[in-house]
């Protein structure tokens, strides 16, 4: 049930991820959300448990047996939030997903997004299968889209429409310093054509690939930045934000009503 002044706690968890060690990735951040307030959402970075592994094989969760999974789902229902992030798994069919959850833990409701567009520059899409489709979750009154890293240069494929109506967007990702300005720009850039907020949880630290800064952040309906976690440090940090500002902004300038 959504709540009555239709605001929500959101924390960001931006995490240096260890290659390889979900074990020692769930201690890590057991340990950040042992320090954290209440709150109604904690938001992790792409592949949190593993590192962005793009060959999945002896990485990849198995779907039935997925240790970082069953943990997500304990913390949800331990903390009464939600909790989502994602993960490299191995499906029964034998395919490989990266697998963006979203867990209620208020409820039990559980759904996922199956990352759409795969990393070619990184050989992603060697491994991994696309999804095919959109996940919009209805919590506490706001309509989510989930996407995760890359989608995020791809602004036909996140765009407010008729059937894909949302006010919040949500994206998980392992995006490097290298490019670290264009994640500046098109956190922006998704939230101000959209008119919505914007939260996108990126990782710190390094793997054999790049170096990770972070710069997570949270971007409001006009594209303001109304929280972002400092560069290069392990950090959650909470965020209000309220739909009434997406409403109030919708109809204040009515951009979508001329959307193509």
Known sequence: MAKMNETMHITLLQTDIKWGEPAENISQVEKIIHTCKDTDLFVLPEM????????????????DANEALLWMRHIAAERQCAISGSLAVHLRDGSYRNRHYFIDGRNGHEIFYDKHHLFTYGGENRYYTPGQSHTIVEYEGFRILLLTCYDL?????????????YDLIVVVANWP????????ILTRARAIENQAYLVGVNRVGDDEY????????????????I????????????????????R?????????????
């Open 48 to 63: 949190w448990s593993t590192g962005f592994a793009t060959k999945p094989e002896n990485m990849a969760h198995e779907e």
């Open 248 to 260: 109030r902004r919708r109809l204040k300038f009515r951009v979508l009503d001329d959307r193509d």
């Open 153 to 165: 240069r791809f602004p036909c494929w996140s765009r407010y429409s008729d059937g894909r109506e």
């Open 210 to 225: 790049s170096h990770y800064v972070g710069a997570s952040c949270v971007i409001d309906p006009i594209g303001k930045r």
């Open 227 to 246: 929280g972002q976690c400092h560069y290069n440090q392990v950090e959650a940090m909470t965020v209000e934000v309220k739909l009434e500002e997406v």
């Open 177 to 184: 310093q290298s490019r670290q300005s264009a994640w500046q």
